[in-house]
């Protein structure tokens, strides 16, 4: 059986800061009609920086939905027309104040292919070279450092519970074991 | 500084089937008030069923906000009340037909904690008795097989997209490799 659905109607449903939802018609594969509630999000980056003694700059942060702090690797939302490369660049620099001279290209993943359209694009960065961070207005966030065999040791530990995060890490294992 | 924000006010915007969709005013740790969006989602589970010989049953469905087919472990939302061991087992059974001896705890992790309460739990299924899978009406899905260590390549390789999918893959390494 080919499985597609295609649209048949689309209604915007909220418009909001960071997400917009539609409920939309589609035709699933038997010729039925069914719902989809679509979550549109612009999609973004995260960037595992490592330095050359194999620290990882981390941030802490306050999830409001979560209803506490998480350590994440450095991310952000792809600006209109952005570049994921260009956003990676920005965001490592807003939220740890590194430039990097290397951003090795470990894949992207949909977050909630179910309901959302976000897809996250994850980095590794090498060859750090410090500047000052300068969060956006209204984000606060500490930056801390592990060694990168700690943060393994925390996922295996349940201790970094970011979907993202967990796959950056897990993923840069290769370059970094 | 104390990283935490408090609820100041909460509007329901969207009243949906999978996702309500609230509008907060939060107070931030400076005492500045912001907007917070929230997506509310039940959570989920995901389960990666493995075989006496290694193989593994995945789930490749059309995921309607991606616009295409993904690969992923069998999973499923909470129902009302559910226990996540308890879905898991429903979960598996409907997707794949199998029950399982053991389902292996591989953690939770927050797929999207920057505007989504969604939380889901992994698992790891071994011992897999086949019975007859019955998947929800309008759920349309392939049971696919492969061998762990294709699937290891397969994430590697970028052919694996859906976060839950690329962490149960690698989390479940420690208990197949």
New interface residues.
């Given amino acids: 059986?080919e499985?597609?659905?295609k649209q048949v109607s689309s209604e915007l449903?909220?418009k909001?800061?960071?997400?917009d939802?539609y409920?939309?018609r589609?035709e699933?594969?038997?010729g039925?009609i069914?719902?989809?509630?679509?979550?549109k999000?612009p999609g973004g980056v995260t960037v595992l920086p490592v330095d050359s003694d194999g620290m990882c700059y981390m941030v802490?942060?306050?999830?409001?939905?979560?209803g506490k702090?998480?350590l994440?690797t450095p991310a952000g939302k792809l600006e209109y027309g952005e570049e994921h490369l260009s956003c990676a660049v920005r965001e490592l620099s807003e939220e740890t104040g590194f430039s990097a001279d290397e951003l090795i290209d470990l894949?992207?993943?949909?977050?909630?292919?179910?309901?959302?359209?976000?897809?996250?694009h994850v980095y590794l960065a090498r060859g750090l070279h410090a500047a000052k961070c300068h969060p956006d207005e209204?984000e606060?966030?500490?930056v801390e450092k592990y060694s990168f065999d700690t943060l393994t040791q925390m996922?295996?530990d349940?201790k970094i519970?970011?979907?993202?995060t967990?796959?950056a890490i897990?993923?840069a294992a290769?370059y970094l074991k």
Avoid: W
């Avoid at 894949?107 to 996250?120: D, L, V």
């Fill in positions: 059986m499985l597609t659905e449903k909220y909001g800061v960071i997400v939802v409920l939309d589609a699933l594969c038997d039925k069914a719902r989809r509630e679509v979550v999000h802490r942060q306050y999830r409001y939905p979560a702090t998480l994440e894949g992207c993943c949909y977050t909630s292919p179910g309901f959302s359209t976000e897809i996250i209204g606060f966030l500490n996922v295996a349940g519970e970011d979907a993202k967990v796959i897990l993923k290769k």
